[in-house]
């Protein structure tokens, strides 16, 4: 008989999420409504997640900045990548291009240097470049599609006939077509619709209720409830019956 040992499967490792994952899966949300005044408070979030992640892994003080490392290099070149907003320098966000800079600048004083770079590049591009390069564009546009064949705008209410799901998608799968030249399967355009729709929902959980975005709940319409039949009064009949004489 096989031992005990040899018959117990082996567990798998927990794969451990890296300290930046959440950091990344803010910037990228973030990076969707930047310059909304609605998302202040998602900014000022992600500026101090991301100076957290500065002061626990990347250099400190002025002597220090000149040791680089390649896993902080490589999340400063994540970061434009995911929110390229960043690029312009916007309040609170000033130290990400500073400290690519002073990396840009030391390529050419050592080649140790030069290959911190170039391997933190390598290291982006295994994150955020894995398999075919993907149009987020056309996810938003087809979402956008589907969601006005469904729920048209109120001057077009009586103009333009409402869509069923599956109908709005075929029209917009048409409608790609004739303007891309390449008409996507249905499937395709499902898919796309399901993500931004997760996206959206993902984002609206973290703004407040009144800066909600995207399309609004389809409300339930409110069925009256039934009316109980009234109590009719019943009359009250004088009864025949003889009245007793009582005996004396």
Not at 4 to 32: M, Q, S
Not at 45 to 61: C, F, M, Q, W
Not at 212 to 231: D, F, M, S, V, Y
Request: aromatic share 8%.
């Amino acid at each position: 008989m096989a031992s005990k040992k040899a018959r117990t499967k082996k567990r798998r490792p927990k794969k451990v999420r890296p300290l930046d994952a959440e950091v990344f899966e803010l910037a990228d949300k973030v990076a969707l409504i930047f310059d909304r005044p609605y998302a202040a408070h998602l900014r000022e979030k992600l500026s101090e997640d991301a100076t957290v992640y500065r002061n626990r892994i990347g250099p400190h003080g002025l002597a220090d900045r000149w040791a680089t490392t390649t896993k902080w290099t490589a999340f400063l070149l994540r970061m434009i990548l995911t929110c390229p907003r960043i690029l312009s320098r916007p309040p609170e966000f000033e130290w990400v291009m500073d400290d690519l800079e002073w990396i840009l600048t030391r390529r050419r004083w050592d080649p140790k240097f030069e290959r911190d770079f170039w391997d933190a590049v390598t290291r982006v591009k295994k994150v955020t470049w894995t398999g075919h390069p993907h149009d987020k564009g056309l996810d938003y546009f087809r979402f956008e599609t589907v969601q006005s064949l469904m729920n048209p705008p109120v001057q077009l209410k009586d103009i333009v006939a409402t869509s069923s799901k599956s109908k709005a998608v075929e029209r917009a799968a048409d409608m790609e077509g004739k303007l891309v030249g390449t008409r996507p399967h249905e499937r395709v355009v499902y898919r796309s619709f399901e993500k931004v729709e997760k996206e959206l929902k993902e984002l609206n959980a973290l703004l407040t209720p009144e800066s909600a975005i995207g399309p609004p709940p389809t409300k339930k319409r409110a069925t009256k409830p039934k009316e109980l039949p009234k109590k009719t009064e019943k009359r009250m009949t004088q009864s025949t019956h003889p009245k007793r004489v009582r005996r004396k």
